[in-house]
Nanobody, 115 residues
Framework: VQLQASGGGLVQAGGSLRLSCVAS????????MGWYRQVPGKLRELVAT???????NYATSVKGRFTISRDNAKNTVYLQMNSLEPEDTAVYYC??????????WGQGTLLTVSS
């Protein structure tokens, strides 16, 4: 599975942005997709996940501000980010989990939130 993430950029605090992640294979065969983020010098942390059934999970720090969704017809997962804070600045990585095959990662997209 190849994942192509996009949508990062520079935004002011309080603003919004949407990340996209396109999978090279049908998402019907993917159990879970989601987003992690990483700041230099820190561990990669979970942001949000969405299962094949549509169940979602969020990090406490983004709950109520971020929304993850998936469009199986477009093989795409989205991360809508609202009320952005400087602390959200990171490289965001898309990932996909396929049962019995493992985890696949996208190349990362940088989000910078200015104060």
């Amino acid at each position: 599975v190849q994942l192509q993430a996009s949508g990062g950029g520079l935004v002011q605090a309080g603003g919004s942005l949407r990340l996209s992640c396109v999978a090279s294979t049908s998402m019907i065969s993917i159990n879970t997709m989601g987003w992690y983020r990483q700041v230099p010098g820190k561990l990669r942390e979970l942001v949000a996940t969405i299962s094949s059934s549509g169940s979602t999970n969020y990090a406490t720090s983004v709950k109520g501000r971020f929304t993850i969704s998936r469009d199986n017809a477009k093989n795409t997962v989205y991360l809508q980010m609202n009320s952005l804070e400087p602390e959200d600045t990171a490289v965001y990585y898309c990932y996909a989990l396929k049962h019995l095959q493992g985890v696949y990662w996208g190349q990362g997209t940088l989000l910078t939130v200015s104060s």
